[in-house]
């Protein structure tokens, strides 16, 4: 099968299997404030994704490019959705561009579409120093996203199945690059000790790519004659990665994603200690069954909703809001309890 027809195949079978709502923010609630002591207009939305500076918490996480004209449109909507609001994006995973040079295209017109935006490159963790410096100049991304997808790859009729020295070559990527270098996963979330790993190569930022929404497992066994259903429930829920990977050091700075879906799950994915939060799957769904306009209008509606959840929570600033006292209950609060991660420290403070 070529990699064109599988960008394709993704996001059909993305939009076909859906978003779960397995990620776990219903075991999250804010304890409400009565005396906030806070103006709506006081309330500012600026975040930071480890050292790149952003005026939204919200960004458009890595999907697409390499399907050929298809994925470009695509991409060019996701990128004039996203500089309405001054959001960063991340592209797809860049190797088709780097194994096939026509497709280049499909996510320049990213940098074309939103000059002056934060534009996030995404290679697999097979990437090269050479391969990930080219992706870097292709899109003149200002960081690079490293995606670990080892239950896709193994989904996958004719994905990888050797995934030794991944830890060494994203070193030397991080060593070696000028723009700060993202670690992700892609809907099954990541623990504490691999957070650990990889802020001990010097990685600042993860994005925890948590279980629960677009599920690769399933979209992968659809590709495959005879499903490996035991992939389909497997992974780390979006809640308990965010806590795992805060709970890995201060010293990184998490992206929460996977299964988020609305302004609500947004503001809990922060109170957990997310600097920002990505969002593939839901945004891409409103971009192909309404329009772009209906993606604008969406994010719109959900910054405004989000400003309003924190004036009620007297948070002025995304630093507040990751400080406001939660309650965790259910499977999340089993799953910490377990790992011994104090759910007291969110509720007491
Ligand atoms: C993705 N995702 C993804 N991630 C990545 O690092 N490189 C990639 O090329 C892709 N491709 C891709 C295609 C499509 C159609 C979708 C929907 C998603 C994964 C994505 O960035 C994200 O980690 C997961 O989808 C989980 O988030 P959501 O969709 O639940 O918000």
Redesign the pocket.
């Known amino acids: 099968m070529s990699r064109s027809k599988r960008?394709w195949d993704?996001?059909r079978?993305?939009?076909a299997t859906g978003?779960e709502r397995k990620?776990g923010f219903e075991d999250i609630t804010f304890i409400h404030q009565s005396l906030p002591n806070i103006s709506l207009e006081q309330v500012k939305l600026d975040t930071r994704i480890g050292e790149l500076s952003v005026s939204s918490p919200i960004f458009i996480?890595?999907?697409?490019?390499?399907g050929g004209d298809r994925t470009k449109e695509i991409n060019r909507d996701l990128a004039m959705a996203a500089k309405e609001l001054e959001m960063a994006i991340?592209?797809?995973?860049q190797m088709s561009a780097l194994k096939d040079p026509t497709e280049v295209e499909s996510y320049q017109v990213i940098r074309q579409a939103y000059p002056n935006g934060i534009i996030i490159g995404?290679l697999?963790s097979e990437a090269t120093i050479d391969q990930a410096k080219t992706a870097v100049e292709m899109i003149e991304a200002n960081a690079l996203?490293i995606?670990l997808?080892v239950v896709q790859e193994l989904t996958m009729p004719e994905g990888d199945r050797n995934f030794c020295s991944a830890l060494k070559r994203i070193e030397d990527i991080v060593k070696s690059l000028s723009v700060p270098i993202i670690v992700?996963?892609?809907?099954f979330g990541m623990n504490k000790e691999t957070v650990t790993k990889l802020l001990s190569i010097g990685v600042s930022a993860v994005?925890v790519?948590?279980f629960?929404?677009?599920?690769?497992a399933k979209?992968e066994n659809n590709r495959r004659e005879s499903a490996f259903s035991f992939f389909n429930d497997w992974g780390i829920p979006?809640t308990v990665s965010i806590a795992e990977a805060k709970a890995a050091g201060r010293g990184v700075s998490v992206i929460g994603?996977?299964?988020?879906?609305n302004s609500l799950d947004i503001a809990k994915a922060i109170a957990l200690g997310a600097d920002a939060v990505?969002?593939?799957?839901?945004?891409?769904k409103i971009l192909m069954k309404e329009r772009v306009e209906a993606l604008v209008k969406e994010l719109h509606l959900i910054h405004g909703e989000i400003a309003m959840m924190m004036t009620a929570l007297g948070a002025r600033n995304i630093l507040e809001l990751q400080q406001v006292p939660i309650i965790i209950s259910g499977n999340t609060h089993h799953w910490l309890s377990e790992r011994s991660i104090d759910t007291k420290q969110y509720s007491q403070r």
């Open positions: 960008k993704h996001i079978l993305a939009l978003q990620a996480n890595a999907m697409t490019g390499g991340s592209v797809g995973s995404n697999g996203q995606h997808n992700k996963e892609v809907g994005d790519g948590g629960g929404g677009t599920n690769f979209i979006t994603s996977g299964g988020v879906q990505g969002v593939a799957g839901y945004f891409l």
